[in-house]
């Protein structure tokens, strides 16, 4: 079975970005996989010791120098990086369809099995990524997946968590899982890079694939007045009945 899972670069969440003239400036801000999609990797080693036989993909989309970092998602156990290169990468610009149009060209040409994807993101809370590749592929979908239990033949066995209720799914392949797996013990920044040596990693210019950003989605930067907001203390309900409806 061939298993991908996505990978974002994100800025560092411990790092507070400066403002400038009212919008948050992260040009000097650090970058960093995003923690969720750790634990999605952490998920799939982990599964890769009841069946031995999958093979591991980890897939991101990002600009040229954040492909640096993915050395250390070598060293967690994944079997190959693919790294997908974006020329003048603009966060604003490529936004979640945009890529779960890319994921589905390179899922449709690889042949692969099975995705995870986040529940979320944890830069801007966006998680429709999974949902949307699901939609593309016409695939099989399962949600709010935390634990990979089996898989026989082209059957997945998982268990997914929703309103404090654990349900165990039997699903066919191929399958898209949109995850929520606790976040692992050790982060991927704690690793030693340099004990990477059989992995190997592959970079793909998206350029060659023809692909546009989706015209129907667009992301505003609001700049917060600097004006002085007045208030009113309220401390009876008549007050406040006549306040409402005076």
Request: hydrophobic share 40%.
């Amino acid at each position: 079975m061939k298993v991908v899972v996505t990978v974002k670069i994100i800025y560092d969440l411990e790092v507070k970005p400066v403002a400038d003239n009212g919008i948050l400036n992260y040009k000097t801000a650090k970058r960093m996989i995003d923690p969720i999609d750790e634990a999605n990797i952490a998920a799939v080693i982990k599964f890769k010791e009841i069946v031995p036989s999958i093979v591991i993909t980890a897939i991101c989309l990002s600009k040229e120098p954040d492909s640096d970092l993915l050395r250390n998602v070598l060293n967690m156990g994944v079997d190959e990086v693919v790294f997908v290169k974006i020329n003048n990468y603009n966060e604003l610009v490529v936004d979640g369809l945009t890529r779960a149009k890319l994921l589905k060209r390179l899922l449709v040409a690889e042949k692969y099995d099975l995705v995870l994807t986040g529940k979320s993101s944890s830069d801007n809370n966006s998680g429709f990524v999974g949902s949307a590749l699901t939609t593309f592929l016409g695939w099989r979908q399962l949600y709010c997946v935390c634990e990979l239990v089996d898989n026989k033949a082209d059957q997945l066995t998982a268990r997914c968590k929703l309103r404090n209720r654990i349900m165990t799914f039997v699903v066919k392949l191929p399958c898209v899982l949109v995850c929520e797996f606790d976040k692992p013990e050790r982060s991927v920044s704690t690793f030693d890079s340099t004990k990477v040596v059989n992995n190997q990693k592959k970079i793909k210019d998206v350029g060659k694939l023809n692909l546009t950003c989706c015209p129907c989605i667009f992301v505003v930067n609001y700049v917060v007045p600097n004006k002085v907001r007045k208030g009113k203390v309220i401390d009876n309900v008549d007050t406040l009945m006549t306040t409402l409806f005076g």
